[in-house]
């Protein structure tokens, strides 16, 4: 079974540019979620989808970020206009469909994209 | 609100010695707590998971860690160091399906 992918796996941009970044979730996984790490802080929690909706997007640095899963499979995250300091990784996570309130639910991780804005 | 706390950004220790890194945790409802390991140039690969079947939880690579509620506690540990531990180790709490909390990492160093 395949795991979670994402693309690209490096992107240097220039400040103000505009950039995509795509993750494919593991086959049949509901949920998507993005996280963040920027140098030398933790990983921090961006948003998490179910199927095409968004559950929770709390984590949202600003309007300058916009995620979508149209259709419910692979998601993409779009930053317009890239600032320096959304320079960092961003790693996608999936995992399957809800069971009881509470009940864990592991979250597989993709390998990252290292973003870099100069 | 959940949260955890990593002691130690950075640790060494001399390949064949004991590997200990410390976790603690805040979280107002019983949480799962994960390790998960960053080998260089890779993904964040989970180590293993307490999910209240056992307080004691065995992972991959000969790691374990001991959940100890008392001390609100879950340090990862394992007997003897291998050159090839030489990673980031991030410690996380989550409840069910929601987004998980990572702490800051430790970057733990294996000296040959």
Redesign the interface.
């Known amino acids: 079974e395949a795991g979670v992918t994402q693309f690209p796996s490096h992107s240097v941009i220039e400040k103000g540019q505009t950039v995509t970044l795509r993750c494919d979730p593991i086959s049949g996984h509901d949920n998507l979620y993005w996280y963040r790490r920027v140098m030398g802080k933790e990983i921090k929690f961006l948003l998490h989808f179910v199927k095409e909706s968004k559950q929770d997007e709390s984590g949202m640095p600003n309007n300058r970020f916009l995620a979508e899963r149209t259709g419910g499979t692979y998601s993409t995250l779009k930053v317009q206009p890239a600032e320096l300091e959304d320079s960092g990784v961003y790693f996608c996570a999936s995992s399957h469909r809800n069971g009881s309130a509470g009940e864990l639910n592991e979250q597989f991780f993709g390998p990252g994209t290292r973003l870099t804005v100069l | 609100a959940q949260s955890v706390t990593q002691l130690g950004s950075h640790v060494s220790v001399s390949e064949g010695a004991l590997v200990l890194l410390r976790c603690n945790y805040s979280s107002s ?1 019983p949480p ?1 707590l994960f390790w ?1 390991v960053q080998y260089p140039n ?5 180590l293993l ?1 307490y ?1 209240s079947a056992a307080t004691l939880v065995k992972g991959i690579n000969g790691f374990e860690a001991e959940f100890k509620k008392s001390e609100t506690s879950f340090h990862l540990t394992k007997p003897s160091a291998h050159m090839s531990d030489a990673a980031e180790y ?1 410690c996380a709490v ?12 430790t970057k733990l160093q294996v000296i040959p």
């Open positions: 409802v799962y998960y890779q993904g964040l690969q989970l998971k999910t991030f989550s409840r069910g399906y929601q987004k998980v909390t990572f702490g800051t990492g």
